[in-house]
């Protein structure tokens, strides 16, 4: 019998938030021995090609993701998109989304000079690598001027919703994001649902609306879920017919917790979840 294959469905790189560039990822993937490997950047694909170069060259394979941020009644979701193609209609819907992501990002940095602060856009941007940019490269920015100890230390001081510099920015209606990913082929899934504070039956009732407006998986599988968090989730997606997804939501150093091919307890995330998710394509 051939042993047990394991996946990661949620990491990040450089092209978002974090801190290892696209094929580096791919590298660490193959040595911790995983068959397959999704790159789930925030509001961006621009890290596909890298990586996707680099699994041909590791023998893994690189599965098409990306985490798009929405808007609902209670805030905000993170909505996982995978197995797109990659196209003129999803380049456009993913380019209005980081141009919202870009004002959001002057106005913070305008609110952090007018609280005393001197910030730069040059400076933010520096900490990005080139990729991407968002709160965490302005934390990195703020530690580096002495103005926090850490990254979480900014975010509480600073940079999360309630705090001097925050900053609403505008997201997708769950719809609208669901068809984004359908209309190109994709499958829509809810990242780490118990992110949302909701009950469970309050869960179970959103999931339920989502589903009948395209939502097609939950993340049963993550760093942050326990095991009676993951037995709910995995009846969660049965009861509703969705693909029960898993992954680490691995970041690297700005968000040392979560180990890539691991999700909560340390468990290991069989191909089987990426064999469910093909299923619903």
Not at 14 to 36: F, H, I, N, Q
Not at 145 to 171: C, M, N, Q, T, W
Request: with cysteine; charged share 25%; aromatic share 4%.
């Amino acid at each position: 019998m051939p042993p047990e294959q394991f996946v990661d469905l949620h990491a990040h790189t450089t092209a978002s938030d974090g801190s290892l560039r696209p094929a580096e990822l791919v590298r660490k993937a193959a040595a911790e021995g995983l068959a397959a490997l999704a790159v789930t950047d925030h509001d961006t694909i621009d890290g596909l090609a890298e990586a996707r170069d680099e699994a041909r060259k590791a023998g893994i394979e690189l599965v098409n993701g990306m985490e798009l941020s929405v808007k609902w009644d209670e805030g905000t979701f993170h909505l996982l998109g995978y197995l797109f193609e990659e196209g003129p209609g999803l380049a456009e819907g993913l380019a209005k989304l980081q141009a919202l992501r870009h004002d959001r990002n002057l106005r913070m940095i305008a609110k952090l000079n007018e609280i005393g602060i001197p910030m730069t856009w040059a400076e933010v941007a520096a900490e990005s690598g080139g990729g991407q940019v968002g709160r965490p490269h302005m934390a990195k920015a703020l530690v580096k001027r002495g103005h926090a100890a850490s990254i979480h230390d900014a975010f509480e001081k600073l940079l999360r919703r309630g705090r001097p510099a925050y900053v609403i920015v505008d997201r997708l209606e769950p719809s609208d994001a669901f068809a984004l990913v359908r209309n190109a082929g994709g499958v829509p899934v809810v990242a780490h649902p118990y992110q949302l504070r909701l009950k469970e039956e309050e869960l179970e009732a959103r999931v339920a609306a989502w589903e009948r407006e395209g939502l097609g998986g939950i993340e049963v599988q993550h760093s942050s879920h326990d095991a009676a968090r993951q037995s709910f989730l995995e009846g969660l997606a049965r009861r509703h017919g969705l693909a029960a997804t898993g992954g680490s939501d691995f970041h690297g150093d700005t968000k040392p917790d979560a180990c890539l091919g691991h999700a909560g307890g340390g468990a290991r995330i069989p191909l089987a979840r990426l064999d469910d998710l093909k299923r619903r394509k």
